[in-house]
């Protein structure tokens, strides 16, 4: 190679940079922005509602979850707003060293003495990291999966319509997670993952025929578990399914959560009892400002108050998906049907759940429920969504 040729490949590379600079500097989508700015300020109004009376009953302060919550939601609008500014071809790189580092971390969570336990599981990594004594690794292992799937499957799209080479190696790692998750266990977590990597190989190319086969295979599965005594004979969650199909079988003892949402779903109304004024969170319903937030909501504004929240999620996820179809390349509209998939179907799963339509899992509904580090890793993964739409390409004119 001669000396001009070296040359003209030097400008030629300095020229990429500068166009993709000049890319990661169009404006942000502000619908998308505004709506998780929303999201998350109403779910600290409703977060200090449903917590107060515990938190005067634990700490004698009644501002004492909801002051730790805005805090972790001061810090993830700046990651947000940075990550936004961020071009996020640079989490290519990231990618292997996120999923591996979620496994291990899971892993750990395993290992007796650095696993906390509540309620019967073992969730909770017991190291000083982000959010104190105690976080949950699953949240970082939803962002591994988002990321190691975007980045490799956007550079093979052939191969994901093949078994061997397209698809096995993405069962395989959703396997390892779902191994890991189900001996904590935290079966939630774990039809999230499995959900979110499943649409990700769909839309990065994977056979309809393969997609028809898993749908009826996770039908199968489905049926197994909620309506034969599978779940009796192995002992897991198994009172669980019992409340699910009655949810008065053991008020008690057993199924007495679920009645309790029930409850404070129907003493909403249409209008609700108004902001503040909810019965049922009085030490009456369990985990009110954790998993069944959204009992507290319904009680306090009513059907059509949380319809109207419930709107505002579908206006999330339709706008997310709307900004992954206008991505630039694969990998931005992956990393956005990744997030957008995760935010959606985490929000479908904790509705559900609170509304009886489903048996409970334990999950966290997006922007409301208390836990700082999940705030805070949702709100980055929102400005990963934010930097794609940065580089979405300009309409053309007339």
């Given at each position: 190679m001669t000396q001009e040729e070296k040359r003209q490949r030097l400008r030629e590379k300095r020229h990429r940079?500068?166009?993709?600079?000049?890319?990661?500097?169009?404006?942000i989508d502000l619908p998308f922005l505004v709506l998780v700015l929303m999201l998350t300020v109403i779910?600290?109004?409703?977060?200090?509602?449903?917590?107060?009376?515990?938190?005067?009953?634990q700490y004698n302060?009644?501002?004492?979850?909801?002051?730790?919550?805005?805090?972790?939601?001061?810090?993830?609008?700046a990651a947000m707003l940075a990550m936004s500014k961020v071009n996020y071809q640079r989490l290519r790189g990231f990618a292997t060293i996120a999923l591996i580092g979620s496994m291990v971390l899971l892993a750990l969570v395993l290992v007796p003495g650095l696993g906390y336990s509540e309620g019967g599981a073992t969730r909770w990594l017991q190291l000083f990291i982000v959010a104190g004594p105690t976080y949950q690794p699953s949240e970082l292992a939803k962002l591994g999966i988002i990321l190691y799937f975007a980045a490799t499957i956007s550079q093979r799209k052939e191969k994901m319509r093949s078994f061997r080479y397209g698809i096995l190696p993405y069962l395989c790692i959703l396997a390892v997670y779902a191994f890991l998750m189900l001996k904590e266990p935290h079966m939630s977590g774990c039809i999230l993952l499995l959900g979110i990597g499943a649409v990700m190989m769909v839309v990065g190319?994977?056979?309809?025929?393969?997609?028809?086969?898993?749908?009826?295979?996770?039908?199968?599965?489905?049926?197994?578990?909620?309506?034969t005594d599978l779940m009796e004979r192995i002992g897991y969650n198994s009172s669980r399914i019992k409340t699910w199909l009655d949810p008065w079988w053991d008020i008690q003892h057993e199924s007495w959560q679920m009645a309790q949402s029930l409850i404070a779903i129907g003493s909403g109304g249409l209008l609700g009892v108004g902001l503040g004024k909810g019965r049922q969170k009085f030490m009456f319903l369990p985990e009110e400002h954790n998993d069944f937030i959204f009992a507290v909501v319904c009680e306090e504004l009513g059907y059509i108050g949380a319809g109207i929240i419930l709107i505002l999620f579908a206006l999330l996820v339709i706008r997310g998906y709307w900004i992954a179809i206008h991505a630039r390349d694969r990998f931005g509209a992956l990393l956005a049907v990744g997030v957008t998939t995760q935010i959606g179907?985490?929000?479908?799963?904790?509705?559900?759940?609170?509304?009886?339509?489903?048996?409970a899992t334990g999950i966290a509904l997006p922007f409301f429920s208390y836990g700082g580090t999940a705030l805070l890793i949702q709100l980055f993964e929102v400005g990963i969504v934010l930097s794609v739409s940065r580089q979405?390409?300009?309409?053309?004119?007339?």
């Amino acid at each position: 190679m001669t000396q001009e040729e070296k040359r003209q490949r030097l400008r030629e590379k300095r020229h990429r940079a500068r166009e993709l600079r000049e890319i990661a500097r169009g404006p942000i989508d502000l619908p998308f922005l505004v709506l998780v700015l929303m999201l998350t300020v109403i779910g600290l109004i409703m977060l200090f509602s449903a917590s107060f009376p515990s938190a005067l009953n634990q700490y004698n302060d009644a501002a004492y979850y909801v002051r730790r919550q805005a805090v972790f939601a001061a810090a993830g609008v700046a990651a947000m707003l940075a990550m936004s500014k961020v071009n996020y071809q640079r989490l290519r790189g990231f990618a292997t060293i996120a999923l591996i580092g979620s496994m291990v971390l899971l892993a750990l969570v395993l290992v007796p003495g650095l696993g906390y336990s509540e309620g019967g599981a073992t969730r909770w990594l017991q190291l000083f990291i982000v959010a104190g004594p105690t976080y949950q690794p699953s949240e970082l292992a939803k962002l591994g999966i988002i990321l190691y799937f975007a980045a490799t499957i956007s550079q093979r799209k052939e191969k994901m319509r093949s078994f061997r080479y397209g698809i096995l190696p993405y069962l395989c790692i959703l396997a390892v997670y779902a191994f890991l998750m189900l001996k904590e266990p935290h079966m939630s977590g774990c039809i999230l993952l499995l959900g979110i990597g499943a649409v990700m190989m769909v839309v990065g190319g994977m056979h309809w025929g393969w997609v028809a086969a898993g749908a009826g295979l996770a039908g199968a599965g489905a049926y197994m578990v909620l309506f034969t005594d599978l779940m009796e004979r192995i002992g897991y969650n198994s009172s669980r399914i019992k409340t699910w199909l009655d949810p008065w079988w053991d008020i008690q003892h057993e199924s007495w959560q679920m009645a309790q949402s029930l409850i404070a779903i129907g003493s909403g109304g249409l209008l609700g009892v108004g902001l503040g004024k909810g019965r049922q969170k009085f030490m009456f319903l369990p985990e009110e400002h954790n998993d069944f937030i959204f009992a507290v909501v319904c009680e306090e504004l009513g059907y059509i108050g949380a319809g109207i929240i419930l709107i505002l999620f579908a206006l999330l996820v339709i706008r997310g998906y709307w900004i992954a179809i206008h991505a630039r390349d694969r990998f931005g509209a992956l990393l956005a049907v990744g997030v957008t998939t995760q935010i959606g179907l985490q929000t479908f799963l904790n509705v559900a759940v609170v509304t009886g339509l489903i048996p409970a899992t334990g999950i966290a509904l997006p922007f409301f429920s208390y836990g700082g580090t999940a705030l805070l890793i949702q709100l980055f993964e929102v400005g990963i969504v934010l930097s794609v739409s940065r580089q979405m390409p300009a309409p053309k004119a007339g």
